[in-house]
């Protein structure tokens, strides 16, 4: 398996692992409506486009034989990076993709001295938050999140560099 930074070439895939991760990890908490939307405007062209080139931002797809297995987002700002996403698709769940990712952003973020890296998952979402407990994340903040024509709490977990 290769990490690497993503590029306008893995687009369609990772919409791909998007539509697949979240028609799994929220169909219980979720309509597919919501999910489809979701994916159509948070992975179009012109947002994956932004998250790969704007400044501050760290875009990574997980390859193995050039089939993109999983990625994650990242933005940065003062001394804290917020990880925004970081899905797998769900035949490689448990096959340790998800922790190489969050291990080379860990490392990139301290390259550029970031101090906190804060996580946003739903609250719902018992995978998602079991997956930032083992790594070290604790609880911190509660929030919540619009999602089509629903309301979802979400929870923050944090963990220091």
Not at 12 to 17: F, G, Q, W
Not at 37 to 63: C, K, N
């Amino acid at each position: 398996m290769k990490i690497r930074p993503a590029n306008e070439d893995d687009f369609e895939s990772v919409r791909d692992v998007a539509r697949r991760a979240w028609s799994d990890a929220y169909a219980e908490i979720m309509d597919g409506e919501s999910i489809d939307g979701t994916i159509a405007s948070w992975y179009s062209d012109d947002s994956l486009t932004d998250a790969v080139e704007r400044p501050g931002t760290i875009f990574l797809v997980a390859t193995r034989d050039d089939d993109v297995l999983g990625f994650c987002h990242a933005m940065c700002h003062e001394d804290e990076g917020d990880l925004l996403r970081l899905y797998v698709d769900p035949d490689h769940w448990g096959d340790g993709i998800g922790s190489a990712l969050y291990e080379r952003l860990r490392s990139d973020l301290r390259d550029i001295n970031m101090k906190r890296i804060r996580a946003m998952v739903l609250s719902e979402n018992t995978r998602g938050t079991g997956f930032y407990r083992r790594l070290g994340f604790e609880k911190s903040d509660e929030a919540t999140v619009e999602i089509g024509d629903g309301e979802y709490g979400e929870s923050v977990y944090t963990v220091a560099l």
